[in-house]
């Protein structure tokens, strides 16, 4: 028998790939050459077999053959017979293929605001495998009839995603909506984006004239604590905007006021303010301002005083004066910075500050000088900083160091804080230290771990309260995201809390395993967490006897009851000893509510209520209500504000701690000051006229954004006084106007200069319809019937100078284009898929389309013909469509 020599064959291929086998065939001696055969699988077609002489006893096989499109995952034994008896066999397996498809379907070309649009994507799993994926849209909604957004998908299926947008108006003019519709599967995601040009149909502000926005208000206040009560009036004149129209200019400023320290209510207190800018390389703040520096040098103070920042290049510097509002600790505070920027993002800066201490009784100066360093990439930022203080009490120092490192699945971060005893900055008196390690493992498992050490003293204000506890804590977390509206976490908790305020009214130790869950939907979301551990208190002796078992439920769900309306729930039960004076489990319920309404744009409102907090949560366990409500029309604003909560120690109010009960309501009227007139403006004049002649072009309604004129007996218009703008020209519907169009196809944009006219000429024709349909042919070309075809995914293109329409072929092989304006269009028709099963006949056409005519088309689709030629022979193949 012949023996198998020098086989070589691929060992895995794709559906629908051509290979080629080849081997040495070695003859049994004085018996010539002996025929030899490959047998494939079945439906594995053959193109090409050739078996060449070499010499007596030895041929050379050559076979090529193409995989069918549809095939099984697994391993094919091909067989070598000679005289039908098989004399070697070898395997070929089919790999793996993952390749979605996404294509926009029925896009328009432009839209109004305030179009509803209804937009279609075909989704295609072109590989050889099932997929599973999760269909996100960034804007707009998905219509579907299942519950969720997780899709399957079958090996060489397709389905369509239909959608809809709702255009919201804007003050733009004219802008792109971009929805995006993402796919998110086990091993990729792909994505899919769309940009319509957008045209604003209201009104545009006359920005002929540079107006400054300028709102004008009066507020009443009040509060009631026990039988005491008092309330107050205030102004606020609030104001922000150029000064210029070259936009050089910039002011912000606000007054408000007078003082009402008598009524504990934040923003009760008087405001003065004002900020100019210049250029953006030039900003000088005078009045009441929020002072933020660096870390250490100071993090954030409501002070008094000025404060001017400029910057020109890669340099930059400050200088300020601030004296703190809400601070009884320090007087003062001046100094100033410089830095240099040796990259856009990337900086050094060098500050020194004196300032004014007054501690127990002493009064003193302290000097601080601080270098702080900012590096930022892609992947890293990176702050340092070193800080000295120098005092009659010593010299002391502090030390600042964030870093932060992002890759595609880990994350790492680390902050450290150290202040001296003697350090007289933000800081003081002990040492902070943070790290974090995240590993995102695929798109729904993350994991990580996080070590907290926080003993140090941050400076108290009004404004940016730090009352948090000094902190000890080790956690680890897993993250599983079942799909984008839901989430399941589990963790493991080692933590120490201790107030760091005397009396401590809380101190103690637990460690806990916590499980969370969050959901997310349309007309329903939830979160959950529970937890279950063990604490202890350690304000009191220990007491080994005493079962320190803790854990707690909380549930908060929500309900959208109308697309505008949420209400929602707060139900938590605790079970701890952490807070027990005896050290013994006691049992806390907290419960509550909220709802949230929003109705754009001139009415919002919402409030909350809970009945308890914990110790360590709030200053003092008591119930809570915070409510407001918001109207805000284009000239008038409504704010009302209205609360019960724990205030201690009120001022004027007998220094004793009640429940207080408070209000706030405030008028305000919005203006737009003119302060110049820009003479600079544009005129659109234009021609309307028809391409045949047989339509009217006289009284016709044309627009140009919100403005509308009709066209003379000749079909003249004029648009004057035109604000310098990008518009959309319109020629407005028409009931003498019956499949017509504007000629050529699409939007007219018309881009208004300042001082200029523009020349407009505008063509409209009636329209025509393609009528198309898909046919299954012989290899003679002639239609055939086929009752069990499926008609793979075929798309169908038209275009020419006036613009591209690109349609879908329905499942009967149908397809269709309306209003196409007159003139020749070349058709061109493709196969998404199975181009190695079918090929179209007649796939690119010309076609000339007539007003008031339909044009019919028809396309064949044929079983794929493939030729080879090997040497001056020419073979000719037929692949028939079959599964395997």
């Known amino acids: 028998m012949p023996k198998i020599q020098q086989l070589k064959y691929p060992s895995d291929i794709s559906p629908g790939e051509h290979f080629t086998v080849f081997c040495d065939i070695k003859h049994p001696l004085k018996q010539g050459i002996v025929p030899i055969q490959l047998i494939a699988p079945p439906n594995w077609a053959t193109i090409l077999t050739k078996q060449i002489p070499i010499n007596d006893s030895t041929s050379r096989f050559v076979q090529t053959m193409v995989c069918p499109n549809k095939?099984?995952?697994?391993?094919?034994?091909?067989?070598?017979?000679?005289?039908?008896?098989?004399?070697?066999?070898?395997?070929?397996?089919?790999?793996?293929?993952?390749?979605?498809?996404?294509?926009?379907?029925?896009?328009?070309e432009f839209a109004k605001e305030g179009d509803t649009l209804n937009i279609s994507f075909s989704i295609q799993n072109a590989g050889n495998i099932p997929e599973k994926a999760t269909i996100g849209l960034n804007q707009g909604k998905i219509f579907s009839q299942k519950d969720t957004l997780d899709v399957p998908i079958g090996a060489n299926e397709?389905?369509?995603?239909?959608?809809?947008?709702?255009?919201?108006?804007?003050?733009?003019?004219?802008?792109?909506?971009?929805?995006?519709?993402?796919?998110?599967?086990?091993?990729?995601?792909?994505?899919?984006?769309?940009?319509?040009?957008?045209?604003?149909?209201?009104?545009?502000?006359?920005?002929?004239?540079?107006?400054?926005?300028?709102?004008?208000?009066?507020?009443?206040?009040?509060?009631?604590?026990?039988?005491?009560?008092?309330?107050?009036?205030?102004?606020?004149?609030?104001g922000k905007g150029f000064l210029d129209l070259s936009n050089k200019h910039y002011i912000d400023f606000t007054a408000h006021g007078p003082n009402q320290f008598q009524i504990p209510m934040i923003g009760s207190y008087e405001i003065y303010s004002m900020k100019y800018d210049f250029k953006r390389n030039l900003s000088v703040q005078v009045g009441d301002y929020n002072l933020r520096l660096t870390n250490l040098l100071e993090f954030g103070r409501f002070s008094r005083g000025a404060k001017i920042d400029w910057r020109n290049g890669a340099i930059g510097s400050s200088l300020y004066y601030a004296k703190p509002r809400f601070e009884s600790d320090l007087n003062y505070q001046l100094g100033g910075n410089i830095s240099w920027y040796y990259s856009k993002n990337n900086f050094i800066t060098a500050g020194y500050q004196r300032k004014g201490v007054l501690l127990r009784n002493q009064s003193f100066d302290a000097n601080v000088l601080n270098l702080f360093s900012s590096i930022t990439t892609a992947k890293i930022h990176w702050e340092t900083e070193l800080a000295q203080s120098i005092s009659n009490n010593g010299?002391?120092?502090?030390?600042?160091?964030?870093?932060?490192?992002?890759?595609?699945?880990?994350?790492?971060?680390?902050?450290?804080i150290y202040a001296g005893k003697n350090f007289y900055g933000f800081y003081k008196s002990g040492w902070q230290t943070f790290n974090s390690i995240n590993f995102t493992i695929n798109n729904y498992l993350s994991l990580g771990i996080s070590h907290n050490l926080t003993r140090i003293n941050p400076s108290f204000d009004l404004l940016v309260y730090n009352s948090s506890p000094y902190l000890k804590s080790l956690i680890g977390q897993l993250n599983y995201r079942f799909n984008y509206r839901s989430m399941l976490r589990l963790?493991?908790?080692?933590?120490?809390?201790?107030?760091?305020?005397e009396p401590k009214s809380f101190y103690y130790r637990e460690s806990f395993g916590g499980l969370g869950y969050d959901y997310n939907?349309?007309?329903?979301?939830?979160?959950?967490?529970?937890?279950?551990?063990?604490?202890?208190?350690?304000?009191?002796?220990?007491?080994?006897?005493?079962?320190?078992?803790?854990?707690?439920?909380?549930?908060?769900?929500?309900?959208?009851?109308?697309?505008?309306?949420?209400?929602?729930?707060?139900?938590?039960?605790?079970?701890t000893s952490k807070y027990s004076a005896t050290n013994s489990n006691t049992n806390y319920y907290f419960y509550g509510g909220s709802f949230r309404l929003n109705i754009r744009p001139w009415l919002n409102a919402m409030a909350t209520y809970r009945n308890n907090f914990t110790p360590d949560a709030f200053v003092q366990t008591q119930s809570f209500l915070s409510g407001n409500l918001n109207l805000d029309f284009k000239h008038h604003a409504f704010s009302l504000i209205v609360g019960q909560s724990f205030i201690p120690q009120a001022i004027n109010l007998g220094n004793i701690n009640r429940d207080a009960i408070y209000f706030s309501l405030k008028y305000t009227l919005k203006l737009n000051l003119p302060l110049a007139k820009d003479k600079r403006q544009g005129t659109v004049i234009g021609q309307l006229s028809s391409n045949d002649n047989t339509l009217s072009v006289g009284n016709v309604m044309v627009s140009l954004g919100e403005k509308k004129v009709l066209t003379d007996a000749n079909g003249k218009f004029t648009f004057n006084k035109i604000i310098p703008d990008k518009y959309l020209f319109r020629v407005e519907p028409n009931p003498n106007f019956f499949n017509v169009a504007i000629t050529p196809r699409g939007p007219i944009e018309v881009q208004v200069k300042n001082?200029?006219?523009?020349?407009?000429?505008?063509?409209?024709?009636?329209?025509?319809?393609?009528?198309?349909?898909?046919?299954?042919?012989?290899?003679?070309?002639?239609?055939?019937?086929?009752?069990?075809?499926?008609?793979?995914?075929?798309?169908?293109?038209?275009?020419?100078?006036?613009?591209?329409?690109?349609?879908?072929?329905?499942?009967?092989?149908?397809?269709?284009?309306?209003?196409?304006?007159?003139?020749?269009?070349?058709?061109?028709?493709?196969?998404?898929n199975n181009q190695n099963t079918f090929q179209l006949i007649d796939a690119n056409q010309n076609v000339q389309v007539n007003p008031s005519k339909t044009v019919d088309i028809a396309i064949g689709l044929q079983s794929l013909q493939r030729k080879l030629v090997y040497g001056s022979k020419s073979f000719q193949i037929k692949l028939h469509n079959k599964n395997p």
């Open 521 to 575: 939907g349309e007309k329903f979301a939830l979160s959950y967490n529970g937890r279950w551990g063990n604490a202890e208190n350690l304000l009191v002796p220990n007491d080994e006897n005493i079962i320190k078992t803790s854990f707690s439920n909380a549930i908060n769900p929500q309900i959208r009851l109308i697309p505008s309306l949420w209400l929602g729930g707060i139900f938590e039960h605790l079970y």
């Open 755 to 832: 001082d200029s006219v523009h020349t407009l000429k505008v063509a409209i024709a009636r329209t025509g319809i393609i009528n198309g349909i898909i046919q299954l042919v012989d290899q003679n070309g002639n239609k055939k019937i086929d009752s069990t075809l499926v008609f793979p995914t075929i798309f169908i293109k038209i275009q020419n100078d006036q613009g591209s329409i690109t349609t879908k072929v329905n499942a009967l092989g149908e397809f269709s284009f309306s209003d196409v304006i007159p003139g020749s269009w070349n058709l061109s028709a493709w196969l998404v």
């Open 491 to 501: 963790s493991y908790n080692i933590l120490e809390r201790e107030d760091r305020l």
């Open 158 to 238: 397709s389905f369509t995603i239909f959608t809809r947008h709702v255009i919201q108006s804007t003050n733009q003019g004219n802008w792109n909506y971009n929805p995006i519709l993402s796919l998110k599967t086990k091993d990729t995601s792909i994505i899919s984006v769309v940009s319509i040009p957008v045209y604003g149909t209201t009104r545009k502000e006359d920005n002929s004239w540079l107006k400054f926005p300028l709102e004008i208000g009066g507020v009443y206040i009040g509060t009631k604590q026990g039988d005491l009560s008092t309330s107050a009036y205030q102004f606020d004149v609030r």
């Open 71 to 108: 095939v099984a995952i697994r391993p094919y034994y091909f067989v070598f017979q000679s005289q039908k008896q098989s004399i070697a066999n070898f395997p070929i397996t089919i790999r793996k293929v993952h390749q979605l498809i996404i294509t926009p379907i029925n896009l328009p």
């Open 395 to 416: 010299t002391d120092y502090a030390i600042q160091n964030n870093f932060n490192w992002y890759n595609k699945w880990i994350a790492i971060s680390s902050n450290l």
